[in-house]
């Protein structure tokens, strides 16, 4: 198919088109290209691919979906690939630092390989948690035509009737350690939680992203929802790869999709849903990276007001597969936008904005209340999360309230200074009813790389303690996390933060009614201490954990290193 994209001036124009250009075109020739291919449009579809895990083990097979519908709108298609860092795989150790600093990588070499080739968009093929953002991130910060397309999460796994997922396992290893289950039915659960390639099911990190990416308008509506397996996932690469045809010719750009409004959607969508508390540090890497001025503040006032609606793991018992069996996440969009929740206005990939796309949107209408509620008839009054502050987090903190029973404790101060001496402290029965767990100088400077804290709080949890114990850290969750669980505290305690100046037995108050975090001590004290507060030496001195940590922000800026947009 011919189509005016070939008027258009294009990047790929100026390298690929011209006499001149022999040398550019020559390297082309050999991979195959032919004439015809070298006088369309070059669209380039990153795909973060690995085999180190199932969230991205099939992505490359959904490469030629994408290339076929790039083709269908005059676009040749070149696949490059970026990194995947298995957050599952490396969580509860020293790789975990590395989770989140790959989210900084995915972004750059994206960058560097769309900018250097002189492509004229790109497809973003996402999967396990960092690779979502990070191609998100590398969308606005290039600001060209370009379309994101989720990878898919896994089926959930059975036993019995129970509905298993990631987050069964770590809570079964912590009922096991206190002798609560069977070696044989914690093998039974390890070989049934994950059961088919794709993404963690419940709504944790991954699959939060994917949604968001809906909400946001970089990806088609109803994408993120089919499951890794599903064959609906090859037919939404293609429209993606199509869809980026049109974004080309229509001189369409990332940040021309990616404003307040959008950002603003994406945090309602976020809020209702009880999504993962990563969401929040990523919509403020990606608003970063789009120059747009939206903060924690945004997020606070977006979380104080929207009801939380969709019930899903590890808030609930359903997974994606399952909000994809009612419609998918456009149902949960459609009750937020009729009742006022979202701005409607904001475009989307399709050139139509959010309010056309959803009212062309097509599906069955199936009885859904089990898992999404009107927000008239929420399953809470108010969001999932809640961003607190305090004398404790001048510059803010994370809670998940869905995901916990509490709406208010008090306790005594536990502090570890790294996650080993949590977990160890947990598995010898020293931690107790009314203790708040400090896990500190595991930000993103201080660890480096701010990992999940998932094995300490699923050792919680598992051991019967998830609503008699509460933790804060400086570090982040996993998007499975459940209890009383306060991330991203900021300032971190690597910078002085206040959370360094915590001493074991201090009373420190949890209140996600009033939004606080504080450590009950006078002023005074508490100035005292953190005046003669000495830094800890760098954990890491070389390589890209040290050069992660010399470059880093403030969790509640988004962790990111790159100064903004191009
Ligand atoms: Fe990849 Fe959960 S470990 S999505």
Redesign the pocket.
């Known amino acids: 198919m011919e189509s005016s994209l070939r008027e258009r001036r294009l990047p790929s124009r100026q390298r690929y088109h011209g006499v001149l250009n022999a040398n550019h075109r020559a390297f082309l020739r050999s991979i195959g290209l032919t004439d015809v291919e070298l006088t369309r449009a070059l669209g380039c579809i990153v795909v973060a691919w690995s085999e180190a ?1 199932p ?1 991205n083990f099939h992505t490359l097979e959904l490469v030629r979906h994408v290339r076929a519908g790039m083709e269908s709108a005059d676009v040749t298609g070149l696949a490059v690939p970026t990194i995947v860092v ?3 795989i490396s969580m509860g150790t020293e790789g975990m630092r590395y989770s989140l600093v790959s989210r900084e990588l995915i972004a750059d070499t994206i960058e560097a390989q769309v900018s250097a080739h002189a492509f004229d968009g790109f497809v973003g093929i996402g ?3 960092k690779t979502q953002p990070g191609i998100m991130m590398a969308m606005v910060r290039l600001n060209m035509p370009s379309v994101y397309i989720y990878g898919g999460s896994a089926e959930p796994g059975f036993l019995g009737d129970r509905k298993l997922t ?1 987050e069964d396992i770590y809570e079964s290893m912590g009922s096991y350690i206190k002798g609560k289950i069977t070696e044989d039915e914690l093998y039974e659960i390890e070989r049934r939680a994950h059961p088919t390639v794709g ?2 099911a419940g709504l ?3 699959n939060t992203m994917a949604s968001i990416s809906e909400a946001l308008g970089i990806a088609l509506l109803g994408s993120s929802t089919p499951v890794a397996t599903s064959a609906r996932r090859a037919q939404y690469c293609y429209l993606s790869g199509q869809t980026l045809g049109k974004l080309i010719e229509n001189g369409i750009k990332a940040r021309d999709i990616v404003t307040y409004d959008a950002l603003y959607n994406a945090t309602v969508l976020l809020v209702a849903s009880a999504g993962s508390t990563n969401g929040i540090l990523h919509l403020l890497a990606i608003a970063h990276e789009a120059g747009v001025d939206f903060t924690l503040q945004d997020i606070d006032e977006i979380s104080n007001r929207v009801p939380y609606i969709v019930s899903m793991k590890p808030a609930g018992d359903h997974v994606m597969a399952d909000l994809d069996a009612v419609g998918g996440v456009p149902v949960v969009l459609k009750k937020l936008l009729d009742r006022g929740y979202l701005r409607g206005e904001a475009l989307t990939v399709t050139g139509k904005t959010l309010s056309q796309s959803l009212k062309e949107y097509r599906y069955a209408k199936v009885s859904h209340e089990h898992i999404v509620r009107d927000p008239s008839r929420p399953f809470k009054p108010t969001g999932g999360i809640r961003i607190l502050w305090g004398n404790l987090a001048p510059e803010g903190a994370v809670l998940k309230v869905a995901a916990t029973g509490l709406a208010r404790f008090e306790g005594r101060a536990r502090v570890f200074n790294d996650e080993d001496s949590a977990f160890e402290a947990v598995k010898r029965n020293e931690v107790s009813d009314g203790d708040v767990v400090v896990i500190r100088y595991v930000g993103p400077r201080g660890a480096p790389g701010m990992p999940e804290m998932l094995r300490v709080t699923s050792a919680i949890v598992g051991a019967g303690l998830g609503s008699s114990v509460a933790m804060v850290t400086d570090g982040r969750f996993s998007g499975a996390t459940r209890g009383m669980m306060v991330g991203h505290v900021s300032p971190e305690a690597a910078v002085g933060g206040p959370i360094a100046a915590l001493h074991d037995g201090d009373r420190v108050l949890i209140d996600s009614v009033a939004g606080k975090l504080n450590v009950l001590i006078e002023d005074s004290e508490l100035r005292r201490r953190l005046e003669s507060w000495k830094p800890m030496a760098p954990r890491v001195k070389a390589g890209l954990l040290a050069k992660y940590a010399a470059l880093v922000q403030s969790a509640s800026k988004g962790a990111v290193t790159s100064p903004g947009p191009l």
């Open positions: 895990g969230c298995n957050d599952n999967g396990c948690d990631i993404a963690c944790f990190t991954a």
